[in-house]
């Protein structure tokens, strides 16, 4: 039952949530209003988007594992207030380098917002009715990503950028006033302070995406991406090596030894290298190819957002009829069946066809995605025992932004492989045999989940390491 209290969680997290998914693709409409205004450089457009990736993509497994140890609720609104001084700042900006360290202080906000709030529905909601609350969340987090552009392209249209910052200010507010009230304090596996550790897997993460960030305009093959790339794998194997030699390590990597849990994040890797890098270039097709503007491109991308927002509800009610990996399934191969068109229809008809040859299969992928997410949080959290919810989290969103900064990283070497281009044919010609192997990702994705998840398995807590060896 949905219980006041569990409703007022939801709208807590759901609130902060939807700030931080906001923010995901809102700048990238406003990126020309803000290079004209700073009379930036392309190296800060990417940089004013790389900060935020950079800083949330390497904090999310500290905070999430922070927050089982200091407290859920103090590390979530600690994320929201973050966020919201981030946004703030960003708005304030007065160049390049502004911007970009409040871009940071955005991402650092957003690593704690996304995996805690996550981890608070989990453990707020008894077994029978996660699903649909984690449905719920997924939902919302769709509400954020399909505004986003529209949101963006609205701003730009007939208002200042800063705009788009200061939107984040009232919703950060409420959020942390509300989430002072309503949330309740709720701690996992409380694990001893591993300064040595944090470092080394913040440093591991910060060269691997770095060096995925900046392959394609330094040349993979430069010292800088080369040297970025080794050190963060060397790195992580040595936080690797560190962490066996602990009782209590900051990651358990038994974990990864069930099939059911190494497939839901290998899943979600593959499934947001596919999917991201493709909205990256389909995003570019609309503007670049098609001649629409930043508003244009925006109201056209619901059609494929708006369909996640719709669906991904509906996926928590499917998920506690038929299980996760049925409702998954239907969601990658949805999503690798859209991209595949997407490929065909550019190869068959080139770039200049009506946006209702588009529609259907933005609203196929969209849907893909909705029925994805909530299957992806509910399957990873069904694996561990509770306390350990919130490492599972961290690692399963750390992984799957991974995965989209990969995908837009290869997507991106893909696209610009080949001869110059020069004009929208050349975009569609490029564009191709990218969308198919964005497709072909979540090939991997889907295979990952039919092989090693059984059908119909029993969605319950279960983990090698029990809570009471745990606590030894």
Same mark, same amino acid.
């Given at each position: #039952?949905?219980?006041?209290?569990?409703?007022?969680?939801?709208?807590?997290?759901?609130?902060?949530?939807?700030?931080? #998914?906001?923010?995901?693709?809102?700048?990238?409409?406003?990126?020309?209003?803000?290079?004209?205004?700073? =009379?930036?450089?392309?190296?800060?457009?990417?940089?004013? #988007?790389?900060? *935020?990736?950079?800083?949330?993509?390497?904090?999310?497994?500290?905070?999430?594992?922070?927050?089982?140890?200091?407290?859920?609720?103090? #590390?979530?609104?600690?994320?929201?207030?973050?966020?919201?001084?981030?946004?703030?700042?960003?708005?304030?900006?007065?160049?390049?380098?502004?911007?970009?360290?409040?871009?940071?202080?955005?991402?650092?906000?957003?690593? %704690?917002?996304?995996?805690?709030?996550?981890?608070?529905? =989990?453990?707020?909601?008894?077994?029978?009715?996660?699903?649909?609350?984690?449905?719920?969340?997924?939902?919302?987090?769709?509400?954020?990503?399909?505004?986003?552009?529209?949101?963006?392209?609205? $701003? !730009?249209?007939?208002?200042?950028?800063?705009?788009?910052?200061? !939107? =984040?200010?009232?919703?950060?507010?409420?959020?942390?006033?509300?989430?002072?009230?309503?949330?309740?304090?709720?701690?996992?596996?409380?694990?001893?302070?591993?300064?040595?550790?944090?470092?080394?897997?913040?440093?591991?993460?910060?060269?691997?995406?770095?060096?995925?960030?900046?392959?394609?305009?330094?040349?993979?093959?430069?010292?800088?991406?080369?040297?970025?790339?080794?050190?963060?794998?060397?790195?992580?194997?040595?936080?690797?090596?560190?962490?066996?030699?602990?009782?209590?390590?900051? $990651?358990?990597?038994?974990?990864?030894?069930?099939?059911? *849990?190494?497939?839901?994040?290998?899943?979600?890797?593959?499934?947001? %290298?596919?999917?991201?890098?493709?909205?990256?270039?389909?995003?570019?097709?609309?503007?670049?190819?098609?001649? *629409?503007? %930043?508003?244009?491109?925006?109201?056209?991308?619901?059609?494929?957002?708006?369909?996640?927002?719709? &669906?991904?509800?509906?996926?928590?009610?499917?998920?506690?009829?038929?299980?996760?990996?049925?409702?998954?399934?239907?969601?990658?191969?949805?999503?690798?069946?859209?991209?595949?068109?997407?490929?065909?229809?550019?190869? &068959?008809?080139?770039?200049?066809?009506?946006?209702? *040859?588009?529609?259907?299969?933005?609203?196929?992928?969209?849907?893909?995605?909705?029925?994805?997410?909530?299957?992806?949080?509910?399957?990873?959290?069904?694996?561990?025992?509770?306390?350990?919810?919130?490492?599972?989290?961290?690692? &399963? =969103?750390?992984?799957?932004?991974?995965?989209? !900064?990969?995908?837009?990283?290869?997507?991106?070497?893909?696209?610009?492989?080949?001869?110059?281009?020069?004009?929208?044919?050349?975009?569609?010609?490029?564009?191709?045999?990218?969308?198919?192997?964005?497709?072909?990702?979540?090939?991997?994705?889907?295979?990952?989940?039919?092989?090693?998840?059984?059908?119909?398995?029993?969605?319950?807590?279960?983990?090698?390491?029990?809570?009471?060896?745990?606590?030894?």
């Amino acid at each position: #039952m949905f219980t006041s209290a569990r409703i007022r969680l939801l709208t807590v997290t759901c609130t902060a949530l939807f700030m931080a #998914m906001l923010d995901n693709l809102v700048i990238g409409v406003a990126l020309p209003s803000i290079q004209k205004s700073f =009379n930036a450089s392309i190296s800060d457009l990417q940089w004013f #988007m790389n900060a *935020y990736t950079l800083a949330f993509s390497v904090l999310l497994i500290p905070f999430s594992v922070l927050g089982e140890r200091f407290g859920r609720k103090k #590390m979530f609104l600690t994320g929201v207030v973050l966020f919201t001084l981030g946004s703030v700042f960003s708005g304030l900006s007065e160049s390049p380098i502004q911007l970009i360290l409040s871009r940071a202080f955005q991402g650092m906000g957003g690593a %704690a917002i996304v995996p805690l709030s996550l981890t608070l529905v =989990n453990s707020a909601f008894p077994e029978k009715m996660r699903a649909a609350a984690l449905g719920i969340w997924s939902g919302i987090s769709g509400l954020g990503l399909s505004v986003g552009p529209l949101i963006g392209g609205l $701003i !730009v249209e007939g208002a200042p950028w800063q705009l788009i910052f200061w !939107v =984040n200010v009232p919703v950060g507010l409420l959020g942390f006033v509300i989430g002072m009230i309503w949330l309740t304090e709720s701690r996992g596996e409380k694990k001893p302070i591993d300064p040595l550790g944090i470092l080394l897997l913040g440093a591991g993460l910060f060269g691997i995406v770095f060096g995925l960030e900046r392959g394609n305009s330094d040349g993979w093959g430069s010292p800088l991406v080369v040297s970025s790339l080794l050190g963060g794998l060397l790195l992580l194997l040595v936080f690797y090596l560190w962490q066996r030699t602990r009782q209590q390590p900051f $990651i358990r990597f038994d974990f990864f030894l069930k099939g059911r *849990y190494s497939a839901f994040i290998f899943a979600g890797f593959w499934m947001n %290298a596919g999917i991201f890098g493709s909205i990256f270039l389909l995003t570019l097709f609309l503007q670049q190819a098609q001649g *629409y503007s %930043a508003l244009g491109a925006g109201i056209r991308e619901m059609a494929w957002t708006g369909c996640t927002m719709v &669906s991904a509800p509906l996926a928590g009610l499917a998920v506690s009829r038929i299980g996760n990996r049925a409702v998954l399934a239907i969601g990658l191969l949805l999503q690798a069946l859209a991209l595949f068109g997407f490929g065909i229809l550019i190869l &068959s008809l080139g770039v200049d066809f009506p946006f209702g *040859y588009q529609a259907p299969l933005m609203m196929l992928a969209g849907t893909g995605m909705g029925l994805s997410f909530t299957p992806l949080a509910h399957g990873i959290l069904s694996t561990v025992p509770e306390p350990f919810s919130g490492e599972a989290s961290g690692i &399963s =969103n750390a992984t799957r932004e991974l995965g989209g !900064v990969f995908g837009i990283a290869i997507g991106g070497l893909i696209f610009q492989s080949g001869s110059i281009i020069r004009t929208p044919a050349d975009f569609g010609t490029h564009v191709v045999p990218a969308l198919l192997a964005s497709s072909a990702m979540i090939v991997l994705a889907l295979v990952c989940v039919l092989l090693f998840i059984k059908s119909r398995a029993r969605e319950q807590h279960v983990s090698e390491i029990t809570i009471e060896t745990a606590k030894a």
